[in-house]
Nanobody, 122 residues
């Protein structure tokens, strides 16, 4: 069992930056691939980024490529999402998730956090 807690969300102006963190409980964090997803009101949950258990492999949605960076620190049981050049369309509830392999489908992740709100004003 893995419990995930996100933090770092907030209100930022367009063009600004935020860094989200997701801290996991348990001693098995390093065996999981970690993903970030987001969900805007009235929309389905969408893939943002994922990182392999080792941190070596990363994948991004086209909409965030070049602006967002996912990373992890297994010594701290934490995964990060650095978000730069934020746009109003990035506004959403952001979730982290743990799964066996990197994947862009939310159905492939077993554990989820409660989410942290990111709001980007124009």
């Amino acid at each position: 069992q893995v419990q995930l807690v996100e933090s770092g969300g907030g209100l930022v102006q367009a063009g600004g930056s935020l860094r989200l963190s997701c801290t996991a409980s348990g001693r098995t964090f390093s065996r999981y691939a970690m993903g970030w997803f987001r969900q805007a009101p009235g929309e389905e949950r969408k893939f943002v980024a994922t990182v392999s258990w080792s941190g070596i492999s990363t994948y991004y949605a086209n909409s965030v490529k070049g602006r967002f960076t996912v990373s992890r620190d297994n010594t701290k049981n934490t995964v990060y999402l650095q978000m730069n050049s934020l746009r109003p369309e990035d506004t959403a509830l952001y979730y982290c998730a743990a799964g066996d392999n990197v994947n862009n489908s939310p159905t492939m992740y077993d554990y989820w956090g409660q989410g942290t709100q990111v709001t980007v004003s124009s």
